[in-house]
């Protein structure tokens, strides 16, 4: 079989390696799909993560086909199409320092419980958006960390990958009112098509009257505006210092800030005002119970989160696919296929 390695500092490589072997309690999976993570770009450019620095295998975004099962698992069939917990891998997270990565012809899923280390999703499903399981879940947790209630209004800024599951998962539980805030007019508009019910071009537009007008005015003990926006929650998916420093000072009294998007340099924040305000920062990381709380709307819903998808490049053309992924404003989400 081929698999896609990190094989040391900026190199990456598709090398030859064994076929698993399975045991009675594991899986073999036919990989099908598997999403880009930017994380994928900083695992090449250092060379990988300890102890697999300097040949690490990569991919934890999968979705795949059964191939065999051992002879103790339960609830699993040679033919499902399956999603994949990458967290609960028992020599190592898959694709993040484990002994195993995603991004290649077989995956060997140990001590394989259906629930816990993978789950089944239907054949509708495209194995593109199959593949896009893992960051939803990562959405989903940032969602689930702010404790959305039905009349919240929210805005979510960034409408990458992330920020757009977010909007889908702000949706799916009810919110009455999600808005999205980006400067690239083509995600604003795939916003508008999974359901978003308003977007802001902040390249153009004045964030925070726009929200007034979206959302009302709230109140606020020190406003930094003439008037706080009635935004019960700013999601912060775009990691950009601009998006907390405008949160910050928008929000009224009671707001919620969450980060779910990564910060590469360290935010300055004014303290008096996020004690005044009473302000929630909430921090988001990975999917603690997310993983396949995000499958059963991923199929019901996987038009909408088809759009996610920018770019569905062949595992032959791997090189093309992590170049795509790394370049700013290249791509969306780039996705690897498999025959």
Known sequence: MKVAMVTGSGKAEVVDADRPQIGPHDVLVRMRACGICGSDAFYIAIGGVPPRQGRMPLGHEPAGEIVEVGA????????????????AAASGIIGNGGATGALGDYLLIENAVRGTSLEVIPDHVPWE??????????????????KPKPSDKVVVFGAGPIGLGATLAFKSVGVSHVVVADLIPSRLEKALQIGADAVINSSDEDVVQRLIELHGEGDATIPRFPGAPGTDIY????????VVDTA?????????LAIVGVHKQPVPVEFVNVMSNEISIIGCMGYPDEIFQVTDDLAANWQKYALIVSHTIPFENLGKALELASTPGAADKVVVTFR
């Open 72 to 87: 103790d698992v339960s609830g699993l069939a040679v033919g499902d199409h399956v999603v994949i917990n990458p967290m």
């Open 129 to 146: 958006v199959a593949a896009l399981n893992e960051p939803m879940a990562v959405a989903r947790h940032g969602v689930n960390r702010c």
């Open 235 to 242: 999601l912060d998916a775009a990691g950009a210092p601009a």
């Open 248 to 256: 910050l000072a928008a929000a009224k009294k009671g707001a919620t």
